[in-house]
């Protein structure tokens, strides 16, 4: 099976504006779920997703959504860029959730400048 | 609340020397564990998990690790580390009833010495 997909790699955005970033799952995989790795702050979680609804939330500011699509691809999105969203985005995904493994996408390398 | 927290954010060996990386946790209900190895700009690859059953689990790679309840570690190790071995180490908790949210420590940097 092909692995877990992200798009696109690298992105450079200017302080203000807003950003879409996709995630194609592992097939058959009906859970995905989004992190933000930064030097300072690890590894946070910041939503799952799972058969297009939102099951979990971590502690990120509203500026910071997402969705899932009936063919479990996800996409996130943060509004009003600041220089602090500068950061690797990981989405992962897992057949069901829960407390079963996640397997990780290459990520996308965020700047905000 | 579940939290993990890993030992020494760099670790140094010798090439061939035994490679072992500290991880302990703190959780209310059984905990279901992993450790993700990360190498330079890329994603997170799965190297072992502990859910319920043998409390030793061997991973990919030679890597293996061991859950002590009594403790509350699970302690990543390999005989005789590699050179291609060097990468960072992430310990992970599952939130159980939380759905697919992992909590990870701050990570541990691997170097591997000629």
């Known amino acids: 099976k092909a692995g877990v997909t992200q798009t696109p790699r690298y992105l450079i955005k200017t302080r203000g504006q807003q950003v879409t970033l996709s995630c194609s799952p592992i097939s058959g995989h009906r859970s995905v779920s989004w992190y933000q790795q930064t030097p300072g702050q690890g590894l946070q979680f910041l939503f799952e997703?799972?058969?297009?609804?939102?099951?979990n939330k971590g502690n990120f500011p509203g500026r910071f959504s997402g969705r899932q699509f009936s063919n479990s691809r996800s996409e996130m999105n943060v509004s009003t860029l600041e220089l602090g969203d500068s950061a690797l985005y990981l989405c992962a995904s897992s057949d069901t959730g829960g407390s079963y493994e996640q397997y990780f996408g290459p990520g996308t390398r965020l700047t905000v400048t | 609340a579940q939290s993990v927290t890993q030992l020494g954010s760099h670790v140094s060996v010798s090439e061939g020397a035994l490679v072992l990386l500290r991880c302990n946790y703190s959780s209310s209900v059984p905990p279901y564990l992993f450790w993700y190895v990360q190498y330079p700009n890329q994603g997170l690859q799965l190297l072992l998990k502990?859910?319920?059953?043998?409390?030793l689990v061997k991973g990919i790679n030679g890597f293996e690790a061991e859950f002590k309840k009594s403790e509350t570690s699970f302690h990543l190790t390999k005989p005789s580390a590699h050179m291609s071995d060097a990468a960072e180490y992430f310990c992970?908790?599952?939130?159980?009833?939380?759905?697919?949210?992992?909590?990870f420590g701050q990570g541990t940097e691997l170097s591997v010495k000629p």
């Open positions: 502990y859910t319920t059953g043998a409390t």
């Open positions: 992970a908790v599952s939130v159980y009833n939380q759905g697919g949210k992992l909590i």
């Open positions: 997703y799972f058969s297009e609804t939102q099951r």
